[in-house]
C-alpha cells in the first residue's frame, strides 16, 4: 500500500526552525517527483516547494524562497523540508505529496497523484 507519512511538525517561536519529514512507503521513491503543500486556516491549500526526481532541480513560492530549502533521500524513502526564520504566516498543516513521472529533472507542484495526512506548523511565541 502506498503510503507518504509527515512529521517534525509543532510549536516554535518566530524566527525559529523546523524541519519535516516525509516518509513513503509502498513505491519507488526515486520514481516520483515531489512536493510540499500547506494549508492555513481558512485559506486554500498552496504549493510550497517540489523537488525533481533526481533532486537536482528545486523550486520554491515566492513566500518560502530564501528561507525553506527542500531535499530528498531517494536511499532512506524519504523526503525533507526545512524552515528557517519562521514567521507567523507560515503556521498551516503541511503535507507531502507525489506524482510518478518519466522526466528525471522536472519539478512541478501540478498534479500530485498521492498525498499525507499532513503536520501542523505552528509559529507563534
Known amino acids: 500500500q502506498l503510503q507518504l507519512v509527515e512529521s517534525g511538525g509543532g510549536l516554535v517561536q518566530p524566527g525559529g526552525s523546523l524541519r519535516l519529514s516525509c516518509a513513503a512507503s509502498?513505491?519507488?521513491?526515486?520514481?516520483?517527483?515531489l512536493s510540499w503543500f500547506r494549508q492555513a486556516p481558512g485559506k486554500e491549500r498552496e504549493g510550497v516547494s517540489c523537488i525533481s526526481r533526481d533532486g537536482s532541480i528545486t523550486a520554491y513560492a515566492d513566500s518560502v524562497k530564501g528561507r525553506f530549502t527542500m531535499s530528498r533521500d531517494n536511499a532512506r524513502h524519504t523526503v525533507y523540508l526545512q524552515m528557517d526564520s519562521l514567521k507567523a504566516e507560515d503556521t498551516a498543516v503541511y503535507y507531502c505529496?507525489?506524482?510518478?513521472?518519466?522526466?528525471?529533472?522536472?519539478?512541478?507542484?501540478?498534479?500530485?497523484?498521492?498525498w499525507g495526512e499532513g503536520t501542523l506548523v505552528t509559529v507563534s511565541s
Open positions: 509502498g513505491f519507488t521513491l526515486k520514481d516520483y517527483r
Open positions: 505529496a507525489a506524482r510518478l513521472t518519466s522526466l528525471v529533472n522536472h519539478c512541478s507542484t501540478d498534479g500530485m497523484d498521492y
